[in-house]
């Protein structure tokens, strides 16, 4: 097998230490920092993605994978900056203001990293305000929040009517167990994901990738 599938193999199965040695291993051989970034680890989070929609893997699995993505992202991201590796966009996600649930929301940030993105979490109990702050600070193409509990939810339409309202052009997704499609759309988000891996391909689409 070839250094990049090994590493992709390796990031797929959450085998951490393999991943950082085959990452360290693959820029010693002079390998791309972009090819590495796109053949080792984010064909792996693709892979890791596609299995979690189908109902083949669980949550558990994909933590494990994306404990080896960010160590392998780790050691790659020096190199990354040197060269240049340009992101693929970025990407602001935060937990609603009164939400402290941050697991899924975490892998909603892992499948954007994975998928190339540059990401900011603002971490849970998110407000407006913070929104506002950040998205002046970072110039996000696009904005994620995530809500777990009904009564947190409604503050969603606060975030992207105040986003809107400061002149924020970024797109906005919502996610989160109580929200649905028609929810995203009462509220006039620009896109809705039932999960992480669906997240990552809206965000994609939202690029025209
Ligand atoms: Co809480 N909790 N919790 N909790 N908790 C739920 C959500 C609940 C459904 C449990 C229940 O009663 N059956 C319930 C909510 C009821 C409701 O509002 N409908 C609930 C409650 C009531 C509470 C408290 C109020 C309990 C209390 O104190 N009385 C309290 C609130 C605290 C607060 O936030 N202010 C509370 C506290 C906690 C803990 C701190 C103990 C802990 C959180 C730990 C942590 O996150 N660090 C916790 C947990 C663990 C849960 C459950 C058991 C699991 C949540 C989880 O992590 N799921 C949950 C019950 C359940 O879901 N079975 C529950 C795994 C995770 C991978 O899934 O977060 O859904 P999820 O994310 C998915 C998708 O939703 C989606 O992608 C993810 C992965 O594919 N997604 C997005 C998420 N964000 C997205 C954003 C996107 C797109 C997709 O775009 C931006």
């Known amino acids: 097998m070839k250094l990049l599938e090994r590493l992709s193999s390796a990031v797929y199965t959450g085998d951490m230490d393999m991943a950082a040695e085959l990452t360290e291993n693959a820029i010693k051989e002079g390998i791309s920092a972009?090819?590495?970034l796109e053949n080792g680890l984010v064909s792996a989070m693709q892979e890791i993605g596609d299995k979690y929609k189908k109902g083949e893997i669980f949550v558990p699995e994909m933590l494990i994978a994306a404990r080896a993505m960010n160590?392998?992202?780790s050691i790659l991201e020096p190199e990354m900056v040197k060269v240049g590796v340009e992101s693929k966009g970025t990407f602001i996600i935060g937990a609603v203001k009164g939400d402290l649930h941050d697991i899924g929301k975490n892998l909603v940030g892992i499948m954007f990293k994975g998928a190339g993105f540059k990401v900011i979490d603002l971490g849970t109990d998110v407000s407006l305000e913070r929104f506002v702050?950040?998205?002046k600070e970072h110039n996000p193409d696009i904005i994620g929040i995530s809500s777990l509990l009904?009564?947190?939810?409604?503050?969603m339409k606060t975030i992207i009517d105040g986003l809107r309202s400061e002149g924020i052009p970024a797109k906005v997704i919502v996610g989160g167990a109580p929200v649905n499609k028609e929810?995203?759309?009462s509220i006039n988000a620009d896109g809705y994901a039932e999960n992480a891996a669906e997240a990552a391909d809206l965000g994609r689409t939202l690029m025209g990738m």
């Open 133 to 135: 702050h950040a998205a």
């Open 150 to 155: 009904t009564t947190t939810m409604s503050y």
């Open 183 to 185: 929810f995203a759309i």
């Open 71 to 73: 160590k392998a992202l």
């Open 34 to 36: 972009s090819d590495i």
